[in-house]
């Protein structure tokens, strides 16, 4: 398969790019600063330079993929619009490609009615206050994708650290998970390429967490 990994020099992007070139992908690693590019394990990316503040950069990086897996990510707590403006160029590139897939990074912190009354409080309290605007521009990036007539998958993370892949993490399909406090990097990162192409996954929301 053909892959473009959109924010490739980022914690998770990287090990998407690592490990699609592990399973065999050819892959594109699309970054806004190609010089912050790791050696990477298995093998070496196709490299492309693109902003996505800067309309129609990506339409030669995507063009011919078969997926595209954006691992965009915002610096800082403040009011941004990296995901929607992300969204809304890799939406057009995508089609003018002829992409199959496109996989986005999202938040499992956009939805918390499920939660224990407690948690919610504290949720909502402390960690909505902290990534509020995250969290706004997250909820406008997912209306772009679901507007669009592209096969989108969001992969809902709760909160992200370093680690090892889990064996067996939890994954709901539309739904929030109960009780889904952290996943590691790796954790996403695996399931993504593993599910790349997959038609179970168009058009839907999908939250991760480890056991």
């Not at 992007?13 to 594109?28: F, I, K, S, Y």
């Not at 699309?30 to 093998?43: D, I, M, N, S």
């Not at 078969?66 to 995901?83: I, K, N, Q």
């Amino acid at each position: 398969m053909k892959l473009a990994v959109v924010g490739a020099t980022g914690r998770t992007g990287r090990l998407v790019v690592d490990l699609a070139l592990a399973a065999g992908h050819t892959v594109t690693a699309v970054a806004r600063t190609p010089a912050r590019l790791p050696e990477f394990a298995h093998g070496t990316p196709r490299i492309a330079q693109a902003d996505i503040h800067r309309p129609g950069s990506l339409q030669g990086p995507l063009a011919g993929q078969d997926a595209v897996v954006s691992a965009l990510g915002a610096t800082g707590r403040a009011a941004t619009t990296v995901f929607s403006d992300g969204a809304r160029e890799l939406v057009t590139a995508a089609r003018a490609g002829g992409v199959q897939h496109l996989v986005a990074l999202g938040s499992a912190g956009l939805e918390t009615d499920h939660l224990p009354f407690a948690q919610r409080v504290v949720t909502r309290l402390v960690v909505d206050r902290l990534y509020r605007e995250i969290h706004r521009d997250l909820t406008r990036m997912e209306a772009v994708l679901a507007g669009s007539e592209t096969n989108w998958t969001v992969v809902r993370a709760p909160m992200l650290k370093d680690g090892p892949a889990a064996a067996d993490p939890r994954v709901s399909y539309g739904l929030p998970l109960p009780d889904s406090g952290t996943a590691t990097r790796a954790t996403i990162a695996a399931w993504i390429v593993r599910h790349l192409g997959a038609p179970a996954t168009f058009c839907r929301r999908i939250t991760i967490a480890d056991r």
